[in-house]
């Protein structure tokens, strides 16, 4: 007779040996990740990681652009080397292929507007004591002269400006203080020339920052004239990216001096940009307004 111990054993194998009848005391190892297909994973990551990087190095976010900015080399020491004056001309040809400005130059109603280039015959004598004409002018900071295109009636102007490094307030942001400079005249120009005796002071000035401007590209400032009364003009105007992006808007008034006959109006013109003689004489009949768009008050 088997013992106890012999007859367990055996039941034990016989039911192993059933069909259906799994025996879980060795496992069954299921099929097994190959080390090839582990690498490809890794390689694709990897690669993946390396494009994303790279595309956010050279696109950044605006966020990541604006709170860690690449660094940039400084303009030239000397605005009058070779250098300079390549990239200077380098830029001239940017600011005539834009093609907003072509885009502007070929409307239907581009005879009714004008370009002039302010400072661009400023006396160097002049110039020298001038904050954007001088002191902020060269490579890396203003430099190109403006091109304004302006409305005959001097309604309005659009103002073509290209924004260096130099100008930062924080790496890579145009300052807020630059930028209402530049408002405070372009806004003037168009005050003033609408004023009796071209000449004017800015009274007020207020400005509102929708986004940051980055440095090292081209804006637009565009000024339209409001309410002209006796010696006093309003004025409005916003900076805009070549997008049509806003980043500024900008309201002025600005007041003829009573003393405005004894200043030096003909050299404030040229510095502003006078518009081209006209090509024949205006012949006006009896009564009629030369600019009947404009708010006489």
Known sequence: MLSAISRRALLSR??????????????????????????KTVSAAVGLSAVAATLGAIYPPPPISI?????????????????????TDELEKKLQSLPYLKELREREDSAEWYETRPYQNFPEERRVNNLTAGALRGPGKLA??????????????????????????HDGIVHGGLLATLLDETLARTAIINLPEKVGVTAQLSLNYRAPTMADQFVVIKTKIGEVKGRKAHVSGRVEALDGTLLVEANAMFVQPRYAKLLHSAQLRQAMGEPPAADEPVLLADGQDLNPHHKHR
């Open 14 to 39: 016989r039911a192993c040996s059933r069909p259906g009848i799994r025996n879980y005391s060795t496992p069954n190892p299921g099929p097994q990740r190959s080390t090839w297909g582990t690498l």
């Open 67 to 87: 709170l860690f900015p690449r660094a940039a080399p400084g303009p030239p020491a000397d605005p009058l080397s070779p250098e300079s004056v390549a990239y």
């Open 144 to 169: 190109l002269y403006p091109l304004l295109r302006v409305k005959k009636d001097e309604s309005e102007s659009m103002v073509f400006i290209h924004l260096g490094r130099g100008l930062c307030g």
